[in-house]
């Protein structure tokens, strides 16, 4: 039931109509529209030549990092701009390709919530398909980063809508840390410099840990050896004598710095493997430095799907990491 309940509700968010105003400028009283990992290709027929169709669908259906399987980084609606125009403005990512003879210049421009929120926009506007194309490749690594954020932005608004207020203090008083935890997570393990929460259906868990370990490098090797003694010691597998580890595969796990709100990092994205076990799945970890400069803080969030696509529920943990505040 509380499952059913969650579920009305953000579908009732996601659908909430708009308001028009003069200009052509709307209001949005919510969320912008789509479904999760979704975007609009907005590209006129004319234009959408086996070049483009190649050079485009490479940048934005490339594989999301850090996966156990194959799966998109979004899911491509394609439309002409006319279509655009009468249907999905109000979808939270779109990329558009407005290629026209009567441009007299070829531009790029990434517009922020223009017509809903949260939204990004992206017009390449100009005469020459070939120029609007490499506009497009000059800047796809800002591009992708941009809905790829707005994605987690769009979650992060679903989930403060309903949070839980008790774990949220609970993770304040004991780590000095503010983040947005969704009703639907329980506490499934507590040790003093260590918390377990869980979400847990009959086909998937989610699952977040936040632990303090004394403070560290925060390199690759020493937040791997960080993460593999937390759950040795805290995470019972599913049989006797199983635990998660860090799965070390070739170029894994991905090792980032970079800051959330005012917290300067590391991120990794990898893959987690069981000892004396055959579980697996994908995590998504964020660690920080305490103010003091005497601990480590590390939010990590990590599912388990084993006959499942895997990229939308390691969203939903990462948008619950990327709240740290």
Not at 234 to 243: C, D, E, R, T
């Amino acid at each position: 039931m509380k499952k059913l309940v969650y579920f009305l509700v953000l579908t009732a968010l996601v659908l909430t109509s708009c308001k028009s105003k003069s200009g052509g400028n709307i209001q949005v009283e919510n969320f912008s529209t789509g479904k999760a990992g979704e975007m609009i290709l907005a590209m006129d027929s004319a234009y959408w030549s086996p070049e483009a169709q190649k050079a485009i669908l490479e940048v934005l259906e490339q594989p999301q990092p850090a996966l156990n399987q194959k799966e998109p980084l979004f899911d491509i609606i394609r439309c002409s701009n006319k279509d655009l125009a009468a249907s999905f403005m109000r979808h939270r990512n779109i990329v558009q390709f407005d290629c026209s003879p009567n441009h007299s210049t070829n531009t790029f421009e990434i517009k922020k919530d223009a017509y809903t929120s949260p939204q990004i926009h992206v017009v390449i506007k100009g005469n020459d398909p070939k120029q609007c194309l490499n506009l497009f490749l000059e800047h796809q690594d800002e591009i992708v980063k941009a809905m790829y954020d707005n994605d987690i932005a769009r979650l992060q608004n679903a989930q403060r809508k309903l949070n839980n207020p008790a774990l949220e203090e609970k993770i304040q008083k004991k780590f000095g840390i503010k983040m947005t935890i969704p009703d639907s997570y329980f506490v499934g393990r507590e040790e003093p410099d260590f918390l377990w929460l869980c979400y847990r259906t009959p086909k998937n868990d989610r699952f977040v840990m936040i632990y303090k370990t004394p403070a560290h490098e925060l390199t690759r090797d020493s937040l791997v050896a960080a993460r593999n003694r937390i759950t040795k010691a805290y995470i019972q597998g599913a049989v006797l004598g199983a635990y998660p580890i860090v799965s070390e595969l070739t170029g894994f796990p991905i090792t980032d710095s970079i800051r959330i709100h005012y917290h300067q990092g590391v991120e990794q994205r990898g893959l987690w493997e069981s000892v004396n076990d055959k579980m697996g799945g994908p995590f998504y970890s964020f660690t920080t430095m305490t103010a003091d400069g005497s601990s480590c803080i590390t939010v990590d969030g990590f599912i388990y799907a084993p006959q499942e696509a895997k990229r939308n529920y390691l969203r939903e943990v990462e948008a619950i990491v990327k709240s740290i505040n």
